[in-house]
């Protein structure tokens, strides 16, 4: 099991930056992706953004493309989500979490380890 920390999040004006970090300990042999999801309240769970755990293929929500980053340090085993441009429309909890399946990593279902996630407001 891969255990997942969120760290990063905080308040900020639109227009801003905010920089996620996700750092994983615990068994993450056979881990073939990671990935960013967000919630907000009242909202179901979506996407942001994806990455194979060798950096070969990276996925994007079409409402963070341009704007968001996702990155891999394999050495450190830290995923990291560099947000730009921030809009108040990304006010969300945003969720770490890791897959060890094949599927393409866009679905909820394809991750079965998550963090706690860590809060992210983004005022007008």
């Known amino acids: 099991q891969v255990q997942l920390v969120e760290s990063g999040g905080g308040l900020v004006q639109a227009g801003g930056s905010l920089r996620l970090s996700c750092t994983t300990s615990?068994?993450?042999?056979?881990?073939?992706?990671m990935g960013w999801f967000r919630q907000a309240p009242g909202k179901e769970r979506e996407f942001v953004a994806a990455i194979r755990w060798s950096a070969s293929s990276l996925w994007y929500a079409d409402s963070v493309k341009g704007r968001f980053t996702i990155s891999l340090d394999n050495a450190r085993n830290t995923l990291y989500l560099q947000m730009n441009s921030l809009k108040p429309e990304d006010t969300a909890v945003y969720y770490c979490?890791?897959?060890?399946?094949?599927?393409?990593?866009?679905?909820?279902?394809?991750?079965?380890?998550w963090g706690q996630g860590t809060q992210v407001t983004v005022s007008s």
């Open positions: 979490a890791a897959s060890r399946t094949i599927m393409v990593p866009t679905i909820s279902s394809a991750f079965g380890s």
């Open positions: 615990g068994r993450t042999s056979g881990t073939f992706a």
